[in-house]
C-alpha cells in the first residue's frame, strides 16, 4: 500500500535546510514589511517608548535618518503617525503643512527618495477628545462630520508626499469621501489602503500611550469592530474596495490571521495585516525576561502573517526582522 507510513515518510523533505528551502511554501523578505514611525512635532530627536522597548518619538529629522538606516537593511516602507504638540476639537493641527506627519514625509522623502511612505490617518491623534470621529453632546460619536476632517488631512500628506494614505478611524463612507478628496486635489495617485477591518482591541495599549490618544472618555466600541465577528470583516472589505481601496489592512494580526485568510483569498487584493504595539510588546517583555529568542519569535510571526495571505506585513520589529533575515536566520 502506498500513500501511508512507512512507504510515505513526511520528514523526507524536512532532512537539510536546502530542502526545507526548496520546498519552501512561504516567503519572507525585508521587502514585505512596514516600519511604523512616531513624530513628534517637539521634544528630543528620539524618546524612547516604555511599553515599546527599542522603539521611539522621533523627530523629523532622527525619523529620517531612522528610516536611511532601515532601508539599508532592506526596509523601505513606513508607516507614519505624526504626535502634534496642540490638539483641539476640529482636529485643526491635522493640515497644519508644518506638522509632525508632513515634516516626517519631507524628510524621509529626501533621505529615501524611493521609500513608500504610508501615513495613517485619523482623528484621535489630533484632537482634544481622543476619538477617532467627531463626538456629539449625546455622547455618541459622529461620523459624517468626521469625513470632511479625515479627507483635509489625507490631503494635507499626500500635499507632504504620501505615496498611500491609510485611515484608521472606522468611520463609515471615509474611503470614498478620501478618494474623491485626493482625486480632486490632483492627488489620482496616491493610493489609499484602509484599515479595513480593525478590531476594538486590548493590544493597542502601548501605542494610545506613544501618541497620548487614548480616548479622554468612552472606548472606540461604537466604530471599532467587535472581536465576535468575521462577516462583517468581509463586508467592511468589500464596502472598502467598491468605495476605491487600493489595499486592505487587518489588524491587530495575531488575532485575526483568520480574517486575513479570508479577505486574502475573497478578493485577491493586497493586504496587509498589522502586528500592533501590545503583540510586539509581549513579546519584548518575555524576551527580556528569557523566555524566548526575539528574533526566532518576529520572524517566526511574520511568516505566519504571511501563510494566511497578507502581502505585506507592518511591524515594529520590521528592522530586527530585517537584520535577522540578512543574517539567514531562516536558514539556521
Ligand atoms: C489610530 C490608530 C491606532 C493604532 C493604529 N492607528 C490606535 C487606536 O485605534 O486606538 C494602533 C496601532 C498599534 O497598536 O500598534 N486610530
Redesign the pocket.
Known sequence: MTGAFPQLRLRRLRRTETIRALTAETSLGPANLVYPLFIAESGPPRHPLAGMPGQYRFGAAAAAEEARAAADEGVTAFLLFGVPDKRDSAAAAATNHDGPAQNGLRAIRAAVPDSVLIA?V?L?AYTDHGH?GVPRSDGTVGNDEALPLLTAQAVSFADAGADVVAP??MMDGRVAAIREGLDRAGHSHTAVMPYAVKYASA??GP??EACD?APGSGD?RSY?MDVRNTDEALREARLDLAEGADMLMVKPAMTSLDIVRRISRQFGVPTAA?H???EYAMVMAAAEQGHLDADLAFVETALAIRRAGARMVVTYAARRIARALNGGIIGR
Open positions: 495613517d485619523c484621535c477617532c484608521s478611524d493590544f493597542y501605542f494610545r490618544s472606540r471599532q498589522y500592533v504595539s501590545g
